[in-house]
């Protein structure tokens, strides 16, 4: 038998190239994704588990949303033991999307 | 009694200035309001009637779209007669949100 730290399937990821316009449009036209793509923007990659963001929606709500960010090509996961740990892929998705991101992290 | 050239109200405007940014990003995130963006970008302005688009949609659908785009700040327009005609508001759109226009007006 295989030995498993997580019985969750691993994340799937979207390489920001491989996004229409769109799509990377309507993941940040969101207030909670935009809370979450700042925060992680704040902290040093792979630091910040899914339970660590300071939003007001459900576990269900909020595995949604990292999806659609994950879909996008915002964020990247992996499983550390029973954490689930983020990256938010600020470099690719920079390269594909210039100033996209400038603007959501922006003072407004 | 008043003489009038259509029944319509006056379509109502908001001012890039005044639109938050996810309003924006989600008026651009969908396919045909970023056909008509585009067209309107290619097109003089004050030269492009709202039936004068190719876009896939019913005349309510294309109504609806018009005003998410008014909404956001990205179209302006004006009654002349029977026609309802449109300008793209791109520089004060773009003052407002720095290369957001010009990544969906590329070429993807």
């Known amino acids: 038998m295989v030995e498993r730290t997580s019985h969750r399937a691993a994340p799937e990821h979207t390489h920001p190239d491989d996004v229409p316009v ?3 449009l309507a993941a940040l036209a969101d207030p909670v994704r935009i809370t979450l ?20 929606v459900g576990k269900a709500a909020l595995s949604h949303h990292f999806a659609v960010l994950r879909g996008a090509g915002l964020v990247e996961q992996r499983d550390e033991g029973p954490k689930r740990v983020n990256r938010l892929r600020r470099e690719e998705f920079d ?4 100033g996209l991101l400038a603007l959501v992290l922006r003072e407004d």
């Open 95 to 98: 390269a594909r999307f210039p």
């Open 37 to 56: 793509v700042r925060e992680l923007a704040g902290s040093p990659v792979w630091t910040r588990s899914c339970g660590s963001f300071d939003v007001p």
């Open 22 to 24: 769109p799509t990377a």
